[in-house]
């Protein structure tokens, strides 16, 4: 998954943009989503996920024609990136007006931090600007960096290397850690690096564990999941 946010002051076409790009890679065959940073409430009152909000559930789920969560706490762009399960599962989401993230962004206004792939004016595109913005976020966006500032990509740290993706220099395949991403470890929803020597451990060892227990007859392939509750959080 990777994560290209749009950003820019108010009334400078952000959502409009966000559209166009989700429009033109969807058309390229990716699995899209979006985030928008908002200070609205969009549960309105009164209404009956409203209700069920007000009386302290911690998660009010709507279904219908669409299904829609509303989750009852702040949360910030880190937590929503790396919790929500389906947000993983897609190619591409373009979150809009989290300025302050480092995340490649396009900018309906000027700006020129690290993180900037371009700046555009969104009531003068083309056609075929849309289009090359498209290949720029393929080429120049990433999504979770590992951190673990191996340095074997050139670069002496995983946000060097970032922002290296985000001038053309390179791309996010070239992380010499992306093919050990094969273990992942949360501590208190925040994501540990692992080396991968230490994936390879845990790997085995919790694998091997698991072939002594009763399990379906597709065994552990796949995804494993084991949660360790080390008393109150
Ligand atoms: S190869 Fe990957 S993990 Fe190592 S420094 Fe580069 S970006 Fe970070």
Not at 19 to 29: D, Y
Not at 114 to 120: A, F, G, L, M, S
Request: hydrophobic share 35%.
């Amino acid at each position: 998954m990777k994560i290209l946010g749009i950003v820019g002051t108010q009334n400078t076409g952000k959502t409009t943009l966000v559209a166009l790009i989700a429009s033109e890679l969807v058309k390229r065959g990716y699995n899209v989503g979006t985030i928008k940073h908002t200070h609205h409430d969009f549960d309105l009152e009164g209404k009956d996920t409203w209700k069920h909000r007000q009386a302290g559930a911690k998660l009010v789920v709507g279904s219908g024609e669409r299904t829609f969560f509303l989750i009852n706490e702040r949360m910030d762009l880190d937590k929503i990136l790396k919790n929500i399960k389906f947000i993983k599962d897609l190619d591409y989401i373009i979150v809009e007006g989290f300025k302050f993230a480092s995340y490649p962004k396009i900018s309906t206004t000027e700006a020129n931090d690290d993180y900037t792939i371009k700046n555009v004016d969104v009531f003068n595109l083309k056609d075929e600007d849309i289009s090359s913005l498209a290949d720029l976020v393929e080429k120049r966006t990433y999504g979770f960096i590992s951190n673990t500032d191996c340095g074997n990509c050139g670069y002496n740290t995983c946000m060097e290397m970032a922002k290296g993706i985000v001038k053309g220099e390179i791309s996010e395949e070239e992380c010499k850690m992306k093919k050990f991403d094969e273990v992942e470890l949360f501590i208190q929803d925040k994501n540990i690096p692992l080396n991968p020597f230490v994936q390879d451990i845990l790997k085995k060892g919790i694998l091997g564990m698991l072939k002594t227990l009763k399990t379906d007859e597709k065994g552990t392939q796949g995804k494993v999941e084991l949660l360790i509750r080390n008393g109150p959080e």
